[in-house]
């Protein structure tokens, strides 16, 4: 592998993980726990459940929208 390359994959590697780590903090922050990952519940399922509750919360006059 050249060098650009190389450099090239791990500036990749590093956005992924600057990626994961601030989901995974608005997702506590709405959520109230940590994320669990897996091979079933990724970003996509994630998302639907902090709509689910951030919904739930509005309806109920806790969070301003």
Do not use: C, H, P
Not at 29 to 38: D, F, T
């Amino acid at each position: 592998m050249q060098i650009a390359d190389e450099k090239a994959l791990l500036e990749e590697i590093d956005a992924r993980d600057r990626f994961e780590d601030a989901f995974a903090d608005a997702y506590y922050l709405v959520m109230g726990e940590a994320i669990e990952w897996s091979n079933i519940y990724g970003t996509g399922e994630a998302l639907y459940d902090m709509r689910r509750k951030l919904r739930r919360e509005r309806a109920k006059g806790a969070v301003g929208g």
